[in-house]
């Protein structure tokens, strides 16, 4: 069964400072990786993904993540926070059967980011 | 995406329906809830037009995909338990991003 971590239920940090947003992943085999983030009575809106390739993945917003398969984590990071990127943020896991073919998502719990000004 | 509708209240043993529709011509859509601390949980999801399969918490709901742009989530008879976010996503397949409806918050008294 594969599953997902999200070890930090909120994270504060200053306007301007870096971030980080940590996943770690459980999969039985090469997985595919996402960063959702959600607004306040939105719905999930995609960040990046990781699925083959370089191990640094740049997305939206400025955002990035790192897939490191030794660790078998995938963290959301970025450079110099905003008080705009205060949201609710989800790492999402599947397996990766092969080119075109994958397993069903799994969902981690969540992370509240909060940027403070 | 586009979920009807956004609030609904009923009360415990009510048979209710939720409409989504998207205009992307995807093949994969799923329903998801979303309760505090546990994330999102996978429903039941479809791969095309007249198919559907379970996900992780299928008990007490039931789906049709009968048309590919719609994917309605039914509910036999509301339980307290079902008190909850609702969310339709839809997306290319399995490895593409999924796109997500702004969500129906059920309450069942």
């Known amino acids: 069964a594969q599953s997902v971590a999200q070890p930090e239920d909120q994270v504060n940090v200053a306007e301007g400072n870096p971030l980080t947003v940590k996943c770690t992943y459980s999969v039985s085999g090469n997985p595919y990786l996402f960063w959702y983030v959600q607004y306040p009575n939105r719905g999930l809106q995609f960040l990046l993904k990781y699925i083959t390739g370089d191990n640094l993945v740049k997305g939206s917003y400025g955002f990035e993540a790192e897939f490191n398969k030794s660790q078998t984590s995938f963290h959301l990071k970025k450079p110099s926070a905003l008080v705009s990127d205060s949201a609710l943020y989800f790492c999402?896991?599947?397996?990766?059967?092969?080119?075109?073919?994958?397993?069903?998502?799994?969902f981690g719990s969540g992370t509240q980011l909060t940027v403070l000004p | 995406v586009t979920q009807n509708p956004r609030y609904l209240i009923t009360v415990t043993g009510k048979k209710l329906t939720v409409t989504c529709s998207q205009n992307m011509n995807h093949e994969y859509m799923s329903w998801y809830r979303q309760d505090p601390g546990m994330g999102l949980r996978l429903i039941h999801y479809?791969?095309?037009?007249?198919?559907?399969a379970k996900g992780e918490v299928p008990d007490g709901y039931n789906v049709s995909r009968l048309k590919k742009q719609n994917f309605l989530l039914g509910l036999e008879s509301a339980a307290p338990s079902q008190t909850s976010v609702y969310f339709c996503?839809?997306?290319?397949?399995?490895?593409?991003?999924?796109?997500f409806g702004n969500g129906t918050r059920l309450t069942v008294t």
């Open positions: 999402a896991a599947g397996l990766l059967i092969s080119s075109g073919s994958a397993r069903q998502l799994t």
């Open positions: 479809s791969v095309g037009e007249g198919t559907t």
């Open positions: 996503a839809s997306s290319w397949d399995y490895n593409s991003p999924l796109h």
